[in-house]
């Protein structure tokens, strides 16, 4: 009878993200030299997880970029990583057991940083897991929990605005 009433434990992977409502948020305008609201950085075993976010973040008006799609062919992977960072209001941290052994994750996890230090470029890591050993340079980030129940709302308050601030705004308030 206990196991009944027990919490299940849930592999969040093999979850599609939670699904988003754009129906009170709207993207904010991406200012002169931003070609995308967010930069995406994950490890490629988290590829299912996270690109069924970045369609339901798209599906939002979000401009998304990411490595699979955006990064420009014949450039070394650095320039690409480091343009594409440069080109993102803010960037998106995917961070699972992979995405910590991953040594092109971690760079693009420390070009963030030192974007974030030169061009204020918000970093916002998101926990695939509970018990993912966060990098200590990352530590100091408050991060937001793919399992958390409430995490599309925090994550729509992150990289989107409430209409009620557009409604403000068109009407002079």
Not at 17 to 24: H, N, Q, R
Not at 87 to 112: G, T
Not at 119 to 132: C, H, M, T
């Amino acid at each position: 009878m206990e196991a009944e009433n027990s919490p299940q434990m849930v592999d969040i992977k093999s979850q599609p993200a939670v699904s988003l409502s754009p129906s009170l948020y709207f993207p904010p305008m991406l200012g002169d030299g931003e070609s995308y609201h967010v930069f995406i950085s994950y490890s490629s075993t988290d590829y299912q997880w996270t690109h069924s976010l970045i369609k339901q973040l798209e599906s939002c008006g979000l401009q998304v970029c990411y490595h699979d799609r955006d990064f420009t062919p014949g450039r070394t992977v650095l320039e690409n990583m480091s343009d594409c960072i440069h080109q993102s209001q803010k960037v998106l941290l995917v961070l699972s057991p992979e995405f910590v052994r991953s040594r092109w994750c971690l760079l693009e996890a420390n070009m963030s940083l030192f974007r974030d230090c030169l061009g204020r470029k918000p970093i916002v890591p998101v926990l695939l897991e509970s018990g993912v050993s966060v990098p200590l340079h990352l530590c100091h980030l408050t991060y937001l929990e793919a399992y958390d129940p409430d995490f599309t709302n925090k994550l729509l308050k992150v990289y989107m605005q409430k209409c009620s601030l557009l409604f403000d705004v068109l009407l002079g308030s």
